[in-house]
């Protein structure tokens, strides 16, 4: 398990002006909808963006504290 805060920290050590949106999917603090909106996704593909996440949750990934994840990513200045 893992709560929003430490998620949030996990992503913003990678991505410093992040925006972070995170929804507990299923109540056990292991299944995830994250939406992160950040400028380093600017002039990036998609698939790269989301290894770029998953890389700043890779920890909590190996550890087990993230089950599942669902990404959406986003530049700030996309509209929401």
Do not use: C, K
Request: a negative charge.
């Amino acid at each position: 398990m893992i709560d929003d805060a430490s998620m949030t920290a996990l992503i913003r050590r990678r991505m410093p002006d992040a925006e972070v949106h995170i929804v507990d999917l299923t109540g056990t603090m292991d299944h995830f909808n994250v939406v992160v909106r950040s400028n380093a996704f600017a002039g990036v593909p998609l698939m790269d963006r989301h290894r770029m996440v998953e890389g700043a949750l890779a920890e909590a990934r190996a550890d087990g504290r993230i089950h599942a994840l669902s990404i959406r990513t986003e530049t700030l200045e996309q509209t929401r």
